[in-house]
Antibody, heavy 122, light 107 residues
Framework: QLQLQESGPRLVKPSETLSLTCTVS??????????WGWIRQPPGKGLEWIAS???????YYNPSLKSRVTISVDRSKNQFSLRLNSVTAADTAVYYC??????????????WGQGTLVTVSS | DIQMTQSPSSLSASVGDRLTITCRAS??????LNWYRQKPGKAPKLLIY???SLQSGVPPRFSGSGSGTDFTLTISSLQPEDFATYYC?????????FGPGTTVDLK
Protein backbone atom coordinates (compact mmCIF):
# COMPACT_ATOMS: atom_id res chain seq x y z
CA GLN A 1 0.00 0.00 0.00
CA LEU A 2 1.45 3.31 -1.08
CA GLN A 3 2.23 5.74 1.72
CA LEU A 4 3.67 9.23 1.68
CA GLN A 5 5.12 10.94 4.73
CA GLU A 6 6.18 14.57 5.03
CA SER A 7 9.06 15.54 7.29
CA GLY A 8 10.91 18.72 8.12
CA PRO A 9 10.96 21.66 10.53
CA ARG A 10 7.58 22.77 11.83
CA LEU A 11 8.73 26.30 12.63
CA VAL A 12 10.58 28.57 10.23
CA LYS A 13 11.65 32.16 10.78
CA PRO A 14 10.56 34.91 8.40
CA SER A 15 12.92 35.43 5.44
CA GLU A 16 14.41 31.95 5.90
CA THR A 17 13.92 28.81 3.82
CA LEU A 18 11.25 26.21 4.37
CA SER A 19 12.48 22.70 3.56
CA LEU A 20 10.32 19.58 3.49
CA THR A 21 10.89 16.03 2.35
CA CYS A 22 8.33 13.44 1.32
CA THR A 23 9.28 9.81 1.77
CA VAL A 24 7.42 7.36 -0.42
CA SER A 25 6.94 3.78 0.74
CA UNK A 26 5.07 0.86 -0.74
CA UNK A 27 5.94 1.92 -4.28
CA UNK A 28 8.75 3.31 -6.39
CA UNK A 29 9.12 7.00 -7.05
CA UNK A 30 10.68 5.96 -10.37
CA UNK A 31 7.41 4.54 -11.71
CA UNK A 32 6.85 6.08 -15.09
CA UNK A 33 3.15 6.69 -14.66
CA UNK A 34 3.30 9.31 -11.97
CA UNK A 35 4.51 12.74 -11.07
CA TRP A 36 4.98 13.75 -7.45
CA GLY A 37 3.75 17.01 -6.04
CA TRP A 38 3.30 19.46 -3.20
CA ILE A 39 0.06 21.18 -2.21
CA ARG A 40 -0.50 23.53 0.71
CA GLN A 41 -3.46 24.72 2.73
CA PRO A 42 -3.32 27.78 5.01
CA PRO A 43 -5.25 27.27 8.25
CA GLY A 44 -8.98 27.44 7.58
CA LYS A 45 -8.49 28.07 3.87
CA GLY A 46 -8.45 26.23 0.56
CA LEU A 47 -5.88 24.20 -1.34
CA GLU A 48 -3.05 25.57 -3.46
CA TRP A 49 -0.89 23.44 -5.77
CA ILE A 50 2.78 24.37 -5.46
CA ALA A 51 4.85 22.20 -7.80
CA SER A 52 5.26 18.74 -9.33
CA UNK A 53 8.22 16.64 -10.42
CA UNK A 54 8.81 13.52 -12.51
CA UNK A 55 11.36 10.93 -11.43
CA UNK A 56 13.60 12.04 -14.28
CA UNK A 57 13.74 15.52 -12.79
CA UNK A 58 11.24 17.28 -15.05
CA UNK A 59 9.43 19.92 -13.06
CA TYR A 60 6.59 22.36 -13.26
CA TYR A 61 5.69 25.09 -10.85
CA ASN A 62 2.82 27.32 -9.89
CA PRO A 63 3.85 30.68 -11.40
CA SER A 64 2.66 32.47 -8.25
CA LEU A 65 5.42 30.74 -6.28
CA LYS A 66 7.93 29.79 -8.94
CA SER A 67 10.49 32.44 -8.08
CA ARG A 68 10.80 31.08 -4.53
CA VAL A 69 10.28 27.33 -4.96
CA THR A 70 12.50 24.41 -5.84
CA ILE A 71 11.28 20.84 -6.06
CA SER A 72 13.75 17.98 -6.36
CA VAL A 73 13.80 14.18 -6.34
CA ASP A 74 16.18 11.63 -4.81
CA ARG A 75 15.48 8.31 -6.47
CA SER A 76 17.99 6.44 -4.33
CA LYS A 77 16.07 7.36 -1.19
CA ASN A 78 12.60 7.23 -2.81
CA GLN A 79 12.05 10.80 -1.71
CA PHE A 80 11.21 14.17 -3.17
CA SER A 81 11.65 17.54 -1.55
CA LEU A 82 10.40 21.11 -1.46
CA ARG A 83 12.31 24.27 -0.72
CA LEU A 84 10.51 27.59 -0.37
CA ASN A 85 12.74 30.55 0.30
CA SER A 86 12.14 34.04 1.70
CA VAL A 87 9.11 32.85 3.66
CA THR A 88 6.61 35.17 5.33
CA ALA A 89 3.65 34.57 7.62
CA ALA A 90 1.55 34.06 4.49
CA ASP A 91 3.42 30.81 3.89
CA THR A 92 2.11 29.33 7.14
CA ALA A 93 0.12 26.30 6.03
CA VAL A 94 -0.33 22.57 6.14
CA TYR A 95 1.94 21.21 3.43
CA TYR A 96 0.91 17.99 1.73
CA CYS A 97 2.90 15.79 -0.58
CA UNK A 98 0.94 13.75 -3.09
CA UNK A 99 1.23 11.38 -6.00
CA UNK A 100 0.10 12.87 -9.28
CA UNK A 101 -1.51 10.19 -11.40
CA UNK A 102 -1.71 10.59 -15.15
CA UNK A 103 -4.69 8.83 -16.69
CA UNK A 104 -5.78 9.37 -20.29
CA UNK A 105 -4.15 12.80 -20.49
CA UNK A 106 -5.72 13.94 -17.25
CA UNK A 107 -3.99 14.25 -13.90
CA UNK A 108 -5.19 13.92 -10.36
CA UNK A 109 -3.78 13.66 -6.84
CA UNK A 110 -4.64 10.08 -5.96
CA UNK A 111 -2.52 9.51 -2.86
CA TRP A 112 -1.70 12.09 -0.20
CA GLY A 113 0.55 12.33 2.80
CA GLN A 114 -1.04 13.20 6.12
CA GLY A 115 0.25 16.76 5.90
CA THR A 116 2.52 18.78 8.13
CA LEU A 117 1.79 22.21 9.58
CA VAL A 118 4.63 24.63 9.02
CA THR A 119 4.44 27.91 10.91
CA VAL A 120 6.42 30.96 9.89
CA SER A 121 7.15 33.02 12.96
CA SER A 122 10.07 34.64 14.72
CA ASP B 1 -4.95 30.87 -14.41
CA ILE B 2 -8.26 29.03 -14.56
CA GLN B 3 -10.51 30.13 -11.70
CA MET B 4 -12.78 27.59 -10.06
CA THR B 5 -15.94 28.46 -8.16
CA GLN B 6 -18.25 26.22 -6.15
CA SER B 7 -21.80 26.53 -4.94
CA PRO B 8 -23.07 26.49 -2.38
CA SER B 9 -20.17 27.41 -0.10
CA SER B 10 -21.86 25.48 2.69
CA LEU B 11 -24.99 23.47 3.30
CA SER B 12 -26.72 21.59 6.08
CA ALA B 13 -28.05 18.12 5.48
CA SER B 14 -29.18 14.93 7.17
CA VAL B 15 -28.07 11.34 6.84
CA GLY B 16 -29.79 9.80 3.85
CA ASP B 17 -30.19 13.08 1.96
CA ARG B 18 -29.32 13.45 -1.70
CA LEU B 19 -26.82 16.24 -2.31
CA THR B 20 -25.59 18.07 -5.36
CA ILE B 21 -22.60 20.39 -5.35
CA THR B 22 -21.76 22.55 -8.35
CA CYS B 23 -18.35 23.57 -9.66
CA ARG B 24 -17.75 26.09 -12.43
CA ALA B 25 -14.54 26.85 -14.34
CA SER B 26 -13.67 30.28 -15.72
CA UNK B 27 -12.99 28.71 -19.13
CA UNK B 28 -13.65 25.38 -20.77
CA UNK B 29 -11.71 22.52 -19.23
CA UNK B 30 -13.33 19.66 -21.16
CA UNK B 31 -13.66 16.89 -18.55
CA UNK B 32 -10.42 17.62 -16.72
CA LEU B 33 -12.14 17.96 -13.38
CA ASN B 34 -11.56 16.07 -10.15
CA TRP B 35 -13.44 15.99 -6.85
CA TYR B 36 -12.01 15.48 -3.36
CA ARG B 37 -13.48 15.08 0.11
CA GLN B 38 -11.59 16.45 3.09
CA LYS B 39 -12.50 15.57 6.65
CA PRO B 40 -11.34 17.94 9.42
CA GLY B 41 -7.64 17.52 10.18
CA LYS B 42 -7.15 15.02 7.36
CA ALA B 43 -5.71 15.08 3.88
CA PRO B 44 -8.09 15.34 0.92
CA LYS B 45 -9.23 12.09 -0.64
CA LEU B 46 -9.85 11.66 -4.35
CA LEU B 47 -13.46 10.71 -5.10
CA ILE B 48 -14.03 11.38 -8.79
CA TYR B 49 -11.55 11.97 -11.60
CA UNK B 50 -12.02 13.06 -15.20
CA UNK B 51 -15.41 14.52 -14.28
CA UNK B 52 -17.29 11.23 -13.94
CA SER B 53 -14.91 8.34 -13.20
CA LEU B 54 -15.24 6.84 -9.74
CA GLN B 55 -11.90 6.40 -7.98
CA SER B 56 -11.15 2.84 -6.93
CA GLY B 57 -12.53 2.04 -3.49
CA VAL B 58 -14.93 5.00 -3.40
CA PRO B 59 -18.56 4.04 -2.70
CA PRO B 60 -20.95 4.27 -5.66
CA ARG B 61 -23.15 6.78 -3.85
CA PHE B 62 -20.72 9.36 -5.27
CA SER B 63 -21.10 10.38 -8.88
CA GLY B 64 -19.86 13.22 -11.05
CA SER B 65 -20.93 14.78 -14.30
CA GLY B 66 -20.29 17.72 -16.56
CA SER B 67 -17.99 19.04 -19.23
CA GLY B 68 -16.81 22.38 -20.47
CA THR B 69 -17.32 24.82 -17.61
CA ASP B 70 -20.07 23.30 -15.46
CA PHE B 71 -19.76 20.25 -13.26
CA THR B 72 -21.66 18.54 -10.46
CA LEU B 73 -20.87 16.13 -7.67
CA THR B 74 -23.82 14.14 -6.40
CA ILE B 75 -24.05 12.08 -3.23
CA SER B 76 -27.10 9.86 -3.53
CA SER B 77 -27.53 9.06 0.16
CA LEU B 78 -25.43 11.03 2.62
CA GLN B 79 -23.58 8.95 5.20
CA PRO B 80 -22.10 10.12 8.53
CA GLU B 81 -18.57 10.10 7.10
CA ASP B 82 -19.65 12.46 4.31
CA PHE B 83 -19.94 15.47 6.60
CA ALA B 84 -16.83 17.16 5.32
CA THR B 85 -15.58 19.75 2.84
CA TYR B 86 -15.58 19.01 -0.88
CA TYR B 87 -13.20 20.53 -3.40
CA CYS B 88 -13.16 20.48 -7.16
CA UNK B 89 -9.85 20.78 -9.01
CA UNK B 90 -9.06 21.36 -12.66
CA UNK B 91 -6.24 19.52 -14.41
CA UNK B 92 -6.74 21.05 -17.83
CA UNK B 93 -3.77 23.37 -17.56
CA UNK B 94 -1.06 24.46 -15.20
CA UNK B 95 -1.30 25.84 -12.61
CA UNK B 96 -3.71 23.25 -11.28
CA UNK B 97 -6.35 25.12 -9.32
CA PHE B 98 -8.91 24.12 -6.74
CA GLY B 99 -12.33 25.47 -5.97
CA PRO B 100 -12.87 27.23 -2.63
CA GLY B 101 -14.70 24.25 -1.17
CA THR B 102 -18.22 23.32 -0.10
CA THR B 103 -18.71 22.39 3.53
CA VAL B 104 -21.46 19.89 4.36
CA ASP B 105 -22.55 19.86 7.97
CA LEU B 106 -25.27 18.19 9.99
CA LYS B 107 -28.67 19.83 9.93
Amino acid sequence: QLQLQESGPRLVKPSETLSLTCTVSGGSISSGSYFWGWIRQPPGKGLEWIASIYYSGSTYYNPSLKSRVTISVDRSKNQFSLRLNSVTAADTAVYYCARVRMVNATEDFDHWGQGTLVTVSS
Amino acid sequence: DIQMTQSPSSLSASVGDRLTITCRASQSISTYLNWYRQKPGKAPKLLIYASSSLQSGVPPRFSGSGSGTDFTLTISSLQPEDFATYYCQQSHSSPFTFGPGTTVDLK
